[in-house]
């Protein structure tokens, strides 16, 4: 689906689910692939995945109204299109030195108008905290990208604790009631500002 493409109420949300972390080892795609599964029946969302691992992005960003690294543009060509046309996001992320990666740093900053006026909702892991203090950074830098982040978000904790060798929670009832407590906070949202964003284009 395309930014341009009509709405309804009944056409579902289009949902790019961001996976943050490149790390070796990362537990990142198994927690993914669990909330994946774990959002499934959830008529008005249609899920698209991001690995930020499959997208080879440069750290060197060009001065404003410079030309990008090639690098820069084969990397973002098959994945910013598909950013554009979200109507909401959830980002996977782990939390590393009180704070999440630099690899998603890096992704969301090689985009702006793609975030606005649209949702984000959350899915951390890591340590005793899952990951929560990665997040309430991120709700920062979303803001400043005009985007809303949903209150309620899914929290893990770390492999020694809270989550099996396969990524799976292992208190899965209550994790995943957090999961459909934040999509439906996620639909919510993301139905209004879409029908927003159709009637009344949003001017950051």
């Known amino acids: 689906m395309s930014a341009s493409t009509p709405t309804?109420?009944?056409t579902p949300l289009h949902v790019v689910v961001i996976v943050g972390s490149v790390r070796e080892g990362r537990q990142g795609r198994a927690v993914t692939d669990w909330f994946l599964r774990a959002a499934e029946g959830?008529?008005?969302?249609?899920?698209?995945?991001?690995?930020?691992?499959?997208?080879d992005l440069p750290l060197v960003?060009?001065?404003?109204?410079?030309?990008?690294?090639?690098r820069a543009v084969a990397a973002l060509e098959p994945v910013s299109p598909r950013v554009a046309a979200a109507d909401a996001f959830v980002?996977?992320?782990p939390e590393y030195n009180h704070s999440f990666p630099a690899s998603l740093k890096n992704f969301i900053d090689w985009h702006h108008p793609q975030w606005q006026a649209k949702p984000?909702?959350?899915?951390?892991?890591?340590?005793?905290?899952?990951?929560?203090?990665?997040?309430?950074?991120?709700?920062?830098v979303f803001a400043e990208l005009h985007a809303t982040t949903v209150r309620d978000a899914v929290s893990?904790?770390?492999p020694w604790s809270g989550l099996g060798e396969d990524g799976v929670p292992r208190d899965v009832t209550v994790s995943?009631?957090?999961?459909?407590?934040?999509?439906?906070?996620?639909?919510w949202?993301?139905?209004?500002l879409r029908t927003a964003r159709d009637t009344h284009p949003y001017q950051g």
């Open 42 to 55: 959830h008529g008005e969302l249609d899920f698209d995945l991001i690995d930020l691992a499959d997208v």
């Open 189 to 192: 949202w993301g139905q209004a």
């Open 120 to 140: 984000v909702g959350f899915v951390s892991y890591g340590g005793l905290a899952g990951g929560i203090r990665a997040v309430e950074q991120l709700r920062l």
């Open 8 to 10: 309804t109420p009944e």
């Open 61 to 70: 960003m060009p001065s404003y109204g410079g030309t990008p690294d090639p």
């Open 91 to 93: 980002v996977v992320t």
């Open 156 to 158: 893990l904790h770390g």
């Open 176 to 187: 995943e009631g957090a999961v459909k407590g934040m999509l439906g906070q996620l639909a």
